[in-house]
């Protein structure tokens, strides 16, 4: 992927969030960002902020419940 293409990196991004992998998602946001301002691009990567937080409460809760 070429590191200085935002339209690949937010593809990519997008691609890793559907599979759950939150951290590689935001870090290509964030790349795509320093090249393009866009804020589709700013808005995609704070609901995938918004759902990385909504799924480790759910992971907590579960693992709570799972030793009570």
């Given at each position: 992927?070429?590191?200085?293409f935002?339209?690949?990196?937010?593809?990519?991004?997008?691609?890793?969030?559907?599979?759950?992998?939150?951290?590689?998602?935001?870090?290509?946001?964030?790349?795509a960002?320093?090249?393009?301002?866009?804020?589709?691009?700013?808005?995609?990567m704070?609901?995938?902020?918004?759902?990385?937080?909504?799924?480790?409460?759910?992971?907590?809760?579960?693992?709570?419940?799972?030793?009570?």
């Amino acid at each position: 992927i070429d590191p200085n293409f935002a339209k690949a990196l937010r593809r990519r991004a997008l691609a890793y969030m559907n599979l759950l992998k939150f951290e590689e998602s935001i870090t290509d946001f964030k790349k795509a960002l320093t090249i393009d301002k866009d804020l589709t691009i700013q808005r995609e990567m704070e609901d995938c902020q918004a759902l990385q937080k909504n799924y480790k409460q759910i992971f907590d809760h579960i693992g709570e419940n799972n030793f009570s």
